[in-house]
């Protein structure tokens, strides 16, 4: 049985820090609806549109019936593991710095027999397990054989963790705690073990009541953090840069401006001030450090969290300036994902509907509640999500999306 | 369909030819592949005009395929064939070569196998085997093949009762045959002690049961018979094969290869039983393969494997000589030459000059190709049964 971690020791500060590595990343493009979905965290194979026959490894043409039709759809990952080993010498550092790497094979019911990492707790060959589909350090998709049944402990296995930002004994900083989901996030990274939160703080002269619900905290410490200001990000990065193992960007403008009504640009301006500019200033302030300790032991530096919206992906006009600041942030977060990616650090992006705040007043129910909204944060890094579309708003406009973005496009201008 | 394969009957193999392994090489392929022309045209004693066909597999040889090594070595062909089928190409090259010489497509073939090893070139190749090893396995664990033959040996270790020590005598008595081997990169002795007692790699795969990857080249003629005689060339005659690829893609795991699909026909074309067999050159890049080649090819039935390893002894003057220069575990395996090497090693105890001691009174003997592990599972299997030709 997976043994609970416990809280680890003050680092050694004459250690010398390990350098991150991540696995073989090189896929077939056509490879890449597994991590479509694993990304989403759900697990996905193809499936032949003519014979139904459910393929893996992802391939171009059905084995069965030859039909090139095939689709990704979601699959019940219940199997039975049949075989095992545990590959003690691998052929890259990755896995020799991390052996013994338990794997195995699984038969799937559904069909094909899949090749996965295997979880500690599954028994022995033959045995009933569960597969998921997961994101590794390079970003790319493994499988993993889980017990049939949870077990203890059981987020705690060393090849989960591997796929996983559990904020449990981490170091966490919220770039604006004094917002309403700064605040429940704080809470909620708390709720789930988080050892030590920097809460940043903007203007502290300015009450929030929200800030005060959070302060008196024993494992919160309020920092000065002003994304608009370059002086504010790098001086807090050069004080705890090289100390934060999470670091979810909550910052965030937002007025109301419909281009219809609106004149001059001062509005937008101080959108894309914190939204974009905010963004890229905390990049390239923390993004260094955090990459540098991205394989730093059981409390390393692991995951990036930035709280966008579902209007990143399709312009709502009431709300235009903001949804452009939005998308602009959207587009910097992939490259900051690319950046991300040699190291291992994951960059979650998060795209909330209309959140239940002061801003999305005259909005129509359902809003999601920032607690909620926290509770999708802290569920993404448990479980490695890295696209995270949390409320039904944002699960509506994604599929609406998905399903065709020019009808969005038009359904939103009204 | 079944039956009604027709014969060999004019169609040997002759000068077994093997360019002595090394660990690591700074050449490239082509050298390797080079040499091994030149060494076959030294011992048929013909001219490198002679050579009128030619079959290669070799993995390190790219970019280059076959065609670029014609232009390389300066030889003109009029048929040619490029076998990337890892263990399995030394059969297939035999069986397409004995097709083309009978017809008279061509007259004396040249099948060469060869790889260099250069640091670090195994790690790569391991990583870029095949597109569904790529996507599929070497991100779990970056084992390589240990790794997948960990699952098969996991597995038959369960299904079918077998000991570690049965998989130990196999490696310790190929060892015992590489002993007087020149060419062996491993010729101390082994005991199952030290089998028993070698560090796990890929549970339950030991040191000792793994290859060591190394460079090298091996070779031989495919010719008519006339064409042998008039060069006075010792020779032996090819009395059956078989081929698959791809089989049995419904069983869960590989507990079974091609073999067993076409063993009837392969010794019905050869006119005997595995009983007449002086000798099995299986490919054994890892013993449980062996095992299961010993099942599907009828010398022991499903799942008796271990039971009768346990009955024979396997070395030179024992019971069923088993890769009597050493095989892959004692020789080294140079890549796609892998498979290669049983099939000279074949010709020169038929033809009464080994490497190592002669089996006594070995009239014919069986040689087997196993290749390419795409996903999870070895896709070509592939067998001859060669014979001496007095």
Redesign the interface.
């Known amino acids: 049985m997976t043994k609970p971690l416990s809280k680890p020791k003050r680092k050694n500060p004459i250690v010398r820090t390990r350098l991150p590595t991540v696995?073989?990343t090189?896929?077939?493009r056509y490879?890449q609806g597994i991590t479509a979905a694993a990304a989403r965290g759900v697990f996905a194979l193809q499936r032949c549109e003519d014979c139904s026959t459910i393929q893996?490894?992802?391939r171009e043409a059905c084995?069965n019936c030859l039909s090139v039709r095939l689709r990704w759809r979601e699959v019940d990952g219940a199997g039975e593991l049949?075989?095992?080993?545990?590959?003690?010498?691998?052929?890259?550092l990755?896995?020799r710095e991390r052996a013994p790497?338990p794997?195995?094979?699984v038969?799937l019911d559904c069909g094909p027999?899949?090749?996965?990492?295997l979880h500690q707790d599954c028994a022995p060959?033959p045995a009933r397990v569960r597969v998921i589909a997961a994101l590794?350090k390079?970003g790319?998709t493994?499988l993993i054989a889980i017990p049939e049944k949870d077990t203890p402990s059981m987020e705690d296995d060393p090849i989960l963790r591997e796929t996983t930002s559990d904020p449990k004994f981490r170091k966490v900083l919220v770039t604006d705690a004094k917002s309403a989901v700064g605040a429940a996030v704080v809470e909620a990274l708390i709720g789930a073990g988080a050892d030590y939160v920097w809460a940043g703080v903007a203007e502290p002269w300015k009450v929030s009541r929200h800030l005060e619900r959070i302060r008196q905290l024993p494992q919160v410490t309020v920092v000065p953090l002003d994304v608009t200001e370059e002086t504010s990000v790098r001086k807090l990065a050069g004080n705890i840069g090289g100390k934060v193992d999470i670091l979810i960007n909550t910052a965030e403008y937002h007025r109301v401006e419909n281009l219809a009504h609106s004149q001059g640009a001062e509005t937008a301006r101080a959108e894309m001030e914190t939204n974009y500019f905010g963004l890229l200033r905390l990049a390239q302030w923390f993004g260094p450090a955090l990459r540098s300790r991205a394989a730093d032991g059981q409390s390393s530096a692991t995951a990036w969290v930035n709280i966008l919206s579902i209007y990143a992906l399709s312009n709502f006009p009431a709300h235009s300036t903001f949804s452009a600041s939005k998308a602009a942030a959207y587009s910097l977060s992939q490259s900051l994902r690319a950046a991300m990616q040699p190291s291992g650090i994951r960059v979650i992006n998060v795209f909330p509907g209309p959140i239940d705040d002061e801003w999305n007043q005259l909005l129509l129910p359902p809003k999601l509640a920032p607690a909620a909204l926290a509770a999708a944060v802290i569920t993404a890094l448990k479980r490695g999500i890295e696209d995270v579309y949390p409320g039904d708003v944002a699960q509506e406009w994604l599929a609406r999306f998905l399903d065709n973005p020019k009808a969005l496009e038009r359904e939103l201008a009204g | 369909m079944s039956g009604g394969r027709r014969g060999y009957d004019d169609v040997v193999l002759a000068a077994p030819v093997t360019i002595p392994y090394v660990r690591f090489s700074v050449r490239s392929a082509h050298w390797f592949l080079a040499r091994t022309l030149a060494e076959l045209i030294k011992a048929a004693g013909i001219r490198k005009a002679d050579i009128d066909g030619m079959a290669v597999s070799s993995f390190s040889l790219a970019p280059d395929t076959a065609v670029g090594f014609t232009q390389h070595v300066g030889l003109g062909l009029r048929w040619l064939e490029h076998m990337p089928m890892g263990g399995a190409s030394a059969i297939l090259q035999l069986r397409r070569a004995a097709r083309a010489v009978e017809s008279g497509d061509a007259n004396i073939v040249a099948c060469i196998g060869g790889d260099t090893n250069h640091v670090d070139s195994f790690r790569q190749g391991v990583a870029n085997f095949s597109q569904f090893a790529r996507d599929a396995v070497y991100p779990y664990g970056a084992g390589g093949p240990n790794g997948s033959f960990a699952f098969l040996t996991d597995y038959i270790m369960r299904k079918d009762n077998v000991e570690p020590a049965d998989f130990g005598k196999l490696c310790v008595a190929q060892r015992a045959n590489a002993s007087s081997n020149p060419y062996a990169l491993l010729r101390k002795p082994l005991t199952l002690e030290d089998y028993l007692g070698s560090r796990m790699i890929a549970d339950p795969i030991r040191l000792f049961d793994c290859v060591m990857p190394c460079a090298g080249a091996d070779g031989f003629l495919v010719t008519r018979r006339s064409i042998a005689e008039k060069l006075g060339l010792p020779k032996v005659s090819l009395l059956a094969t078989i081929e698959r690829h791809n089989a049995f893609p419904d069983d869960p795991i590989q507990i079974r290869g091609g073999w067993a699909q076409d063993v009837n026909e392969l010794y019905e074309q050869a006119g005997c039983g595995p009983g007449d067999m002086d000798f099995l050159q299986a490919y054994d890049d890892y013993p449980v393969i062996v095992m299961m080649q010993m099942e599907d090819l009828g010398f022991c039935r499903k799942g008796e494997a271990a039971e009768f390893v346990r009955r024979n002894t396997f070395t030179i003057d024992g019971s069923l000589p088993l890769n009597t220069s050493g095989g892959q575990l004692s020789m080294g395996q140079a890549g796609a030459a892998g498979g290669h090497l049983g099939v000279v090693e074949a010709i020169r105890q038929l033809i009464g000059q080994p490497l190592t001691r002669q089996i006594p009174d070995t009239r014919r003997g069986l040689v087997s190709g196993f290749g390419m592990i795409n996903y999870d599972r070895g896709l070509c299997t592939g067998a001859a049964i060669l014979g001496n030709d007095a």
């Open positions: 696995p073989a090189t896929r077939a490879t893996y490894p992802p084995a049949i075989a095992r080993t545990t590959i003690r010498y691998g052929f890259e990755y896995f790497w794997t195995g094979i038969k027999n899949v090749i996965v990492g060959p590794d390079g790319q493994i």
